[in-house]
């Protein structure tokens, strides 16, 4: 079956971004895709004279840049749709949540209003996110704003700009951060790597591990830019082949996405898993094939930045002294950087007991003797 995938592709100054457009061009055209790049919309009004110093207010400007990006990716959806082919990829150089970070949150709500839209529905609306950091943090000599007339920010300025495009995307299902720890070039084969795996061109599955840890100090995290704290509902459907297929509602604030997703474990870390946008009276249909032998999974997700590494923490109801981590890896022998404020009990990956479906299952008996470890 056809499918268009929207991915973004963004980061801090000088990270490489032109380039890793027509790298992804030239390499996902040759896998059989057709590639369409939707124009990074600052630089072109910037370079047209359109700038938040040009405009009476950086309010003015940021609406104007949000509402054509907005109208951009729609026009490029809509051409998509009438295209030949079943592998489209929609690769937009930079998205509306870029934005962001160039505002207040006072700033953001206002352009929200005006665009009568929100977060949840703005962020969400990608399939995945890729972030290039910048060269000023840990490729220091390569960085230069000689390459783009739209670029003005001293190695201090790009560092922390660099921070808060990755805070305006945490939150997002699936954000990859692609650092300077290799060279340029193959910087550019690890994010080509990173975007074939999300496709399921290359190893079609997750990796994960998951970690059984201390009650994490939530304070902490909600006061931590790079954290973002998701309330999700997940309920598990009837299955008769032996997999795993559940329905999510995601979101924060009252603003929601729904989701289907199948999963089947390979081996090992390995698991199949295919996931499937629904619309509200989708997600409300397919309520009713639930299981009736577990009950819908409520819990409190902090998605969090840290190290250029992306990690889930889910809090339960029913647990105060514990908590669940997890992070999806590349590699089966992947370094994992732990906060320092976060302490690990010990590593549960492949222990039934403290997947969500049993989870679900549980009765408040056992709940309380998980809670005892």
């Not at 040009?54 to 990006?69: A, I, R």
């Not at 959806?77 to 592998?87: C, L, R, S, V």
């Not at 996405?257 to 081996?267: C, G, M, N, P, S």
């Not at 819990?299 to 999806?328: N, V």
């Amino acid at each position: 079956m056809r499918k268009i995938r929207k991915i973004v592709i963004t980061g801090g100054p000088c990270a490489g971004k032109s380039t890793a457009m027509s790298w992804i061009r030239n390499a996902f055209s040759q896998r059989g895709y057709t590639v369409l790049i939707v124009p990074e919309t600052a630089t072109e009004l910037i370079t047209g004279g359109v700038a938040p110093w040009t405009c009476s207010s950086n309010v003015e400007y940021q609406t104007v840049q949000v509402d054509l990006q907005l109208s951009k990716e729609r026009l490029f959806q809509k051409a998509a749709e009438t295209m030949p082919g079943e592998k489209i990829l929609i690769v937009c150089d930079r998205g509306v949540m870029d934005n962001r970070a160039y505002m207040t949150a006072e700033e953001f709500a206002q352009v929200q209003s005006r665009l009568h839209g929100d977060e949840i529905s703005w962020r969400d609306s990608y399939d995945a996110i890729f972030h290039l950091v910048t060269a000023a943090s840990g490729a220091e000599s390569f960085y230069s704003n000689a390459n783009n007339s739209a670029r003005y920010e001293s190695v201090e300025e790009a560092i922390a700009l660099d921070e808060r495009l990755i805070a305006s995307w945490t939150g997002h299902r699936h954000l990859r951060v692609i650092d300077n720890s290799t060279a340029f070039e193959e910087k550019m084969r690890r994010l080509e790597s990173e975007i074939a795996s999300f496709l399921g061109e290359e190893h079609p599955y997750e990796m994960e591990r998951k970690f059984l840890i201390e009650f994490p100090d939530t304070d902490w995290l909600e006061n931590n830019p790079l954290c973002r704290k998701i309330d999700i509902d997940q309920t598990y459907l009837k299955s008769d082949n032996g997999e795993e297929i559940r329905v999510r509602r995601r979101g924060e604030n009252g603003n929601y996405i729904y989701y289907e997703t199948h999963k089947r474990v390979l081996d090992g870390l390995k698991r199949l898993s295919t996931e499937t946008p629904l619309s509200k009276s989708e997600y409300r249909r397919l309520l009713k094939n639930a299981d009736p032998e577990r009950n819908t999974i409520r819990k409190k997700r902090y998605c969090l930045t840290y190290d250029r590494q992306y990690f889930e923490i889910d809090i339960y109801p029913f647990w105060d002294k514990q908590a669940i981590l997890e992070i999806e890896l590349r590699e089966e022998d992947e370094e994992i950087r732990f906060p320092e404020k976060i302490r690990v009990i010990r590593e549960v990956t492949g222990d039934p007991a403290f997947k969500n479906a049993a989870l679900a299952k549980i009765h408040d008996s056992a709940q309380a003797a998980i809670s005892g470890i």
